[in-house]
């Protein structure tokens, strides 16, 4: 069975421009989380979802983030407007259910912003 | 609010010795914990959990950890190291339900030397 993938595995932008990452979960798990890995901050929480809604997005650092997921399957996070402290390795985890299940992390997207 | 601190950024030790990586929580409710590893480029890989089951965990690659309320500790044990156990060990807490996101230390980096 496929683990948790993320596109593109690494991605480099021009300040200002948008980018978007993408994150495919494990096939039937619900719940699907961001984080973002910097050498500054560490492992940070972003955003998570069950289903198709978003009832965590205490994470976010700025409007400049946003996140959807369709069809309870695939999720999309978007930067706008990239700022160059955005650099960053972006994880994405799914889990069949919220609670004590186990987080599948993907390998990640590291996004280097020039 | 929930917070997690691992005590020693770099531990160094011989192969075939005692592995000792330490964590110690904050939590209002009652946590879950988490060990994970992620090795050079790669994501997160799950050692073991704590879900309020029985209090000494074992996980794989012979890792264990005991949960310790009164200490408030979660430390991660290794009879004897190995050279593939060098890698950056994350120790990790969460709720459940809408707060089941991970809150991470900031990491350890095992260094296993012959």
């Known amino acids: 069975g496929a683990g948790v993938s993320q596109s593109p595995s690494n991605k480099v932008t021009e300040k200002g421009k948008d980018v978007e990452l993408r994150c495919d979960p494990i096939?039937?798990?619900?719940?699907l989380y961001w984080y973002r890995q910097s050498l500054g901050q560490g492992l940070e929480f972003l955003i998570y979802?069950?289903?198709?809604?978003?009832?965590?997005k205490s994470g976010l650092p700025s409007d400049r983030f946003s996140a959807e997921r369709t069809g309870g399957s695939v999720s999309t996070l978007t930067i706008q407007r990239t700022q160059q402290e955005d650099s960053a390795v972006y994880l994405c985890?799914?889990?069949?259910?919220?609670?004590?299940?186990?987080?599948?992390f993907g390998p990640g997207t590291r996004l280097l912003v020039l | 609010a929930q917070s997690v601190t691992q005590l020693g950024s770099h531990v160094s030790v011989s192969e075939g010795a005692l592995v000792l990586l330490r964590c110690n929580y904050s939590?209002?409710?009652?946590?879950?914990l988490f060990w994970y590893v992620q090795y050079p480029n790669q994501g997160l890989q799950l050692l073991l959990k704590?879900?309020?089951?029985?209090?000494l965990v074992k996980g794989i690659n012979g890792f264990e950890a005991e949960f310790k309320k009164s200490e408030t500790s979660f430390h991660l044990t290794k009879p004897s190291a190995h050279m593939s156990d060098a890698a950056e060990y994350f120790c990790?807490?969460?709720?459940?339900?809408?707060?089941?996101?991970?809150?991470f230390g900031t990491g350890t980096r095992l260094q296993v030397t012959l």
């Open positions: 939590s209002s409710v009652p946590p879950y």
């Open positions: 704590y879900t309020s089951a029985a209090t």
């Open positions: 979802f069950q289903g198709n809604s978003a009832p965590d």
């Open positions: 990790a807490v969460s709720g459940t339900g809408t707060a089941s996101k991970l809150t």
């Open positions: 985890a799914s889990s069949p259910w919220t609670g004590t299940e186990t987080q599948y």
């Open positions: 096939s039937g798990h619900t719940a």
